[in-house]
């Protein structure tokens, strides 16, 4: 009987399954320290992990740069031909931790940064107290991006309608008010007609560049032939971020467009700032309603399903924003 070699010369033509998985990841990431952050292991492996695989195959299976990382056609093939393999091996092992008495896990989660640090956050102080042996990894970012690629298992986002793609649990519903602080409205009035904003200063939220300019208001209750008013905008500030648009307000430097939780939770044994034509609302930047979203799968890991349900307890009232 002939014996297997086991030189190091013999080991290194043997791809290990291990770097085919860091290919996988650093195919999606197209950075290796962002793949070395999903594997949890640092950058040097990664690279030196996918030298040894290039040597074992004999071809060059990425491209270098220093910005980021691009496959090679040879690389490609290779993932194309073992993405699915993993993909079901990971899913797989997901299931059988399942079987286990209590949800255990870890669970990596992105949301909007205002709606993160407000209300998502004390929502997981209270979820991990109940749920010791889960673990959270949370990403603020207002961009919702490919949840598979970037290694997330679940999104919290505010909109109108959810990908079709991804499954989606809907928490609560939400709305976008505009307001103003009390000593603005004694400084400048009170509009009483959408109309009347073009003579503020209004603090818009940062999305488009045909959104920063104007503002199509629309009845909550429509009556009558005004369905729609479009209304030209201008003001001190226009940012991407609804705290800093609220700080702005709280300042008094204009009428300021927010999603109701950014309002609720400025200072709600004081309530300072007060809702401007509460029978209108703008169109086209907040979403109606805030949802839990997952790319769909066979299976839901029950730790994922343990925050959607606790989620849903968290934010099941939804958001009311009194009026002054």
């Not at 999903?38 to 030196?48: A, D, F, P, Q």
């Not at 997901?94 to 896990?105: H, N, Q, T």
């Not at 503020?200 to 209750?221: F, S, T």
Request: net charge neutral.
């Amino acid at each position: 009987m002939s014996e297997i070699s086991t030189s190091p010369d013999a080991l290194t033509t043997i791809p290990i399954f291990s770097d085919l998985h860091i290919l996988t990841v650093l195919s999606q990431t197209r950075n290796y320290t962002q793949a070395a952050q999903r594997l949890n292991i640092s950058k040097t492996t990664v690279s030196l992990r996918i030298a040894a695989l290039e040597r074992a195959a004999g071809v060059a299976l990425v491209h270098r740069s220093t910005r980021s990382v691009t496959l090679t056609s040879a690389g490609q093939m290779l993932v194309d031909e073992i993405s699915a393999p993993f993909r079901n091996i990971t899913q797989s092992f997901s299931s059988i931790k399942d079987f286990a008495s209590v949800p255990r896990g870890l669970v990596r989660l992105t949301a909007p940064v205002a709606l993160g640090r407000q209300f998502v956050m004390p929502a997981l102080t209270r979820f991990l107290a109940a749920y010791p042996e889960i673990q959270i990894e949370l990403d603020l970012n207002d961009q919702l991006s490919n949840l598979a690629n970037d290694g997330f298992d679940l999104a919290i986002r505010h909109t109108t309608s959810p990908p079709d793609n991804y499954v989606a649990w809907p928490l609560c519903t939400s709305r976008s008010v505009l307001v103003a602080s009390r000593d603005y409205l004694a400084r400048r009035g009170t509009p009483q007609h959408p109309t009347d904003l073009a003579e503020h200063d209004c603090l818009p939220y940062l999305r488009g560049k045909a959104l920063q300019h104007e503002w199509v208001l629309e009845k909550v209750a429509f009556e009558g032939d005004e369905a729609n008013v479009l209304v030209p905008v201008r003001g001190p500030l226009k940012t991407n971020n609804s705290e800093a648009i609220r700080a702005a307000a709280l300042a008094g430097l204009g009428i300021a467009l927010l999603p109701d939780f950014s309002v609720i939770n400025s200072e709600p044994e004081r309530q300072p700032l007060v809702q401007v034509l509460p029978d209108w609302r703008v169109r086209g930047f907040f979403g109606e309603q805030i949802y839990a979203l997952r790319p769909w799968a066979p299976q839901v890991p029950r730790a994922v399903q343990c925050l959607v349900n606790h989620l849903k307890e968290e934010f099941q009232a939804g958001f009311l924003f009194p009026v002054a």
